[in-house]
């Protein structure tokens, strides 16, 4: 079964704002990434952090990840009407040998 | 390098028909793995491949559902007899992962193929 949880479902702001999403998982994981899907298309690797990582930047990105909680977010700053997406956290178990994605959230930013 | 090449992008098929799914993985990368989302959900793990192996086939259905990765050609993901339910996308994702690697695993995506049932 799909592990990972994402809030909120779905997320509308002004340009310019920041947007905050979540993810919470069940198992012990490597590492946690972040996906970002535009619609109609593929998957698009954003962000990875590791199990021994607590937080994360890559541009406008900030991602952060609490093993005791088992949760993460995700942090765009500064948002454009072009992160309008849904995005996608997927954990890479520490036994297994597939991600497991979880529902997304849906990000609308308005000009 | 052309990245995750994913055909047909559409695919309409009537109730009871087979559809097949092709999947060539980016250069260099010999894992592939297939994962299914329906409107509006995420992506539910479907099977993981290697070069004609399957290795964790657990998220496929046992009936009318196969998948194979030959020696020359690309992945297929099979459907036989398709019912409405299998209406859906259906993505394969490709890594460079190899046997014993315990490194990251990150998924390079192909843009889909979207199965329409009638």
């Known amino acids: 079964s799909q592990q990972g949880e994402e809030d909120p479902q779905a997320l509308s702001i002004q340009e310019g704002e920041n947007a905050t999403m979540n993810c919470s998982y069940k198992t012990s994981i490597n590492n946690l990434q972040w996906y970002r899907q535009n619609s109609g298309r593929g998957l698009v690797h954003l962000i990875l952090?590791?199990?021994?990582?607590r937080e994360k930047h890559s541009g406008r990105l900030r991602v952060t990840l609490d093993t005791s909680k088992k949760s993460s977010s995700l942090l765009i700053t500064a948002s454009r009407a072009a992160d309008t997406a849904s995005y996608f956290c997927?954990?890479?178990?520490?036994?297994?040998?597939?991600?497991?994605f979880g529902a997304g959230t849906i990000l609308r930013v308005k000009s | 390098n052309a990245g995750v090449m994913q055909n047909p992008r559409h695919l309409v098929r009537r109730r009871g028909q087979e559809a097949r799914l092709r999947c060539s993985p980016m250069?260099?990368?010999?894992?592939v793995y297939w994962y299914r989302q329906l409107p509006e959900e995420g992506l539910k793990f479907m099977v993981y491949?290697?070069?004609?192996?399957?290795?964790?086939e657990s998220g496929m259905p046992k009936e009318r559902f196969s998948a194979e990765f030959p020696k020359e050609g690309p992945s297929i993901l099979r459907i036989q007899q398709v019912v409405r339910g299998d209406s859906a996308a259906y993505f394969c994702?490709?890594?460079?992962?190899?046997?014993?690697?315990?490194?990251?695993?990150?998924?390079?995506f192909g843009a889909g193929s979207r199965l329409t049932v009638l």
């Open positions: 250069k260099g990368h010999s894992h």
């Open positions: 994702a490709s890594s460079p992962r190899k046997t014993g690697y315990t490194g990251a695993n990150v998924l390079t």
């Open positions: 952090i590791r199990s021994n990582e």
């Open positions: 491949l290697q070069k004609e192996n399957i290795i964790d």
């Open positions: 997927a954990t890479d178990p520490e036994y297994g040998n597939k991600l497991v």
